[in-house]
């Protein structure tokens, strides 16, 4: 059984900058494209960014174009987000998400999405 599983959040000044990492196990070669979702309290989850399963194609919801990066490296089975500049509306909680190995093409619909991590929060102090 496939298991992802968020590192890297935390409480951080408004204005740094902060990786946060998602390690896939269990049956990786199951694993399509991956994304990462994030959700704030009382809001719906919201799509921040995908990648195709060989991370060459990259997708961003238009709040993440131009401070976040989404990378994956395979061999390790690890997927990373870079968030630059935080703001005092980023924190939330971050999820990391993957796709069947079928589905290769990055999504930004989190139905599409059959294996979830349980997440890691972002906070920002200003």
């Known amino acids: 059984q496939v298991q992802l599983v968020e590192s890297g959040g935390g409480l951080v000044q408004a204005g740094a900058s902060l990786t946060l990492s998602c390690a896939a196990s269990?049956?990786?070669?199951?694993?399509?494209?991956m994304g990462w979702f994030c959700q704030a309290p009382e809001n719906e989850r919201e799509f921040v960014a995908a990648?195709?399963?060989?991370?060459?194609?990259?997708y961003y919801g238009d709040s993440a174009k131009g401070r976040f990066t989404i990378s994956r490296e395979n061999a390790k089975s690890t997927m990373t987000l870079d968030i630059h500049t935080l703001k005092p509306d980023d924190p939330a909680m971050y999820y990391c998400?993957?796709?069947?190995?079928?589905?290769?093409?990055?999504?930004?619909?989190?139905?599409?999405?059959?294996?979830w991590g349980r997440g890691t929060q972002v906070t920002v102090t200003s």
């Open positions: 998400a993957a796709r069947p190995a079928v589905a290769i093409a990055p999504s930004r619909r989190s139905w599409e999405y059959d294996y």
């Open positions: 990648c195709s399963a060989s991370g060459r194609r990259t």
């Open positions: 269990g049956g990786t070669g199951s694993l399509g494209a």
